[in-house]
């Protein structure tokens, strides 16, 4: 019997489930874009290297063009389009807008997510290669310019917004409204 090529899967999107059947070498980011019509999530470089297709799977930063769709199955993934809550935009969106954290907007989506992702990593205490003291008592490190470059280095913006893209997630970062990601923004964490 020859081996399956290809699967039917239910991946869960933004709080909703899409049940699709693919190629099994279809990437995450493929499934989003070509067939879901979830095209906020960018192609970039397809291989990994600059952060573009930048979205949340159960709550920590992930590169959909290296994700295969069938190991996304049963995972919370959180697209830009997931972000916002209605007409509300979340505070990272909203101090990329009030900061000017773009220029031609490509990038954007990927950075947003990534920037989730590290106010996430850094309120759990997660180091970085920036941190100077890295002992779990040191506690999480004052969210510096340096800490946000390091944290953000996994994606690029060919536009070199990076200036306003820093002060962007170091307002977030100091928004007391800024809700947590969690596991899925839709659901509360666990
Ligand atoms: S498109 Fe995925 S990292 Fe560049
Ligand atoms: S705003 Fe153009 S690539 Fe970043």
Redesign the pocket.
């Known amino acids: 019997m020859a081996p399956a090529t290809a699967s039917a899967i239910t991946l869960k999107i933004n709080g909703e489930h899409h049940t699709l059947t693919v190629d099994n070498r279809t990437t995450l980011l493929d499934a989003l874009r070509e067939r879901l019509g979830l095209t906020g999530s960018k192609k970039g470089c397809d291989q990994g290297q600059c952060g573009?297709c930048t979205v949340l799977v159960d709550g920590r930063r992930t590169v959909a063009c290296l994700q295969l769709a069938v190991a996304a199955e049963g995972r919370a993934v959180t697209t830009i389009e997931g972000v916002a809550d209605g007409e509300q935009l979340h505070p990272v969106q909203q101090a990329f807008l009030d900061l000017d954290?773009?220029?031609?907007?490509?990038?954007?989506p990927g950075?947003i997510c990534s920037a989730l992702g590290v106010l996430d990593e850094h309120a759990a205490g997660w180091p970085s290669a920036a941190t100077g003291d890295v002992r779990p008592e040191a506690g999480p490190p004052p969210l510096t310019p340096e800490e946000i470059r390091e944290r953000m280095s996994g994606n690029?913006?060919?536009?070199?917004?990076y200036v306003s893209?820093v002060q962007a997630v170091s307002q977030a970062a100091a928004d007391p409204a800024r809700p947590a990601t969690g596991t899925d923004p839709k659901e509360p964490a666990a």
């Open positions: 573009a954290g773009y220029q031609c907007g490509y990038c954007t950075q690029l913006c060919r536009c070199g917004a893209i």
